[in-house]
């Protein structure tokens, strides 16, 4: 089983900045990719940022340019920077990983989140 332990979030002004970080522990073989997502009120979840243990990254287009995701292989953890943030941005935001526990058995797992509410 593989846990995810989220840190960062809270209230943030408008065109601050904020930074979260995320840190897989369990019974880990092999990390495929992490990342994070968000859901606002009444909306569905949608993709911020992933990055894979390539190190290719993939952005919603919404924060494209004024955030950065970064990732420790040694650590299995993931970290993300969002800049200029704007009321929009208001959500909970949860990581999320995948890799393989053992040969050919996957992993999916997700944090409980983080809420991150922008004020204005």
């Known amino acids: 089983q593989v846990q995810l332990m989220e840190s960062g979030g809270g209230l943030v002004q408008a065109g601050g900045s904020l930074s979260l970080s995320c840190a897989a522990s369990g019974s880990i073989l092999r990390m495929v990719a992490m990342g994070w997502y968000r859901q606002a009120p009444g909306k569905q979840r949608e993709l911020v940022a992933t990055?894979?243990?390539?190190?290719?990254?993939d952005y919603a287009d919404s924060v494209k340019g004024r955030s950065t995701i970064s990732g420790d292989n040694a650590k299995n953890t993931v970290y993300l920077q969002l800049n200029s943030l704007e009321a929009d941005d208001t959500a909970v935001y949860y990581c999320?990983?995948?890799?393989?526990?053992?040969?050919?058995?996957?992993?999916?797992?997700w944090g409980q989140g983080t809420q991150v509410t922008v004020s204005s």
């Open positions: 990055i894979n243990a390539g190190g290719a990254r």
């Open positions: 999320n990983a995948r890799g393989y526990f053992a040969i050919g058995r996957i992993f999916d797992s």
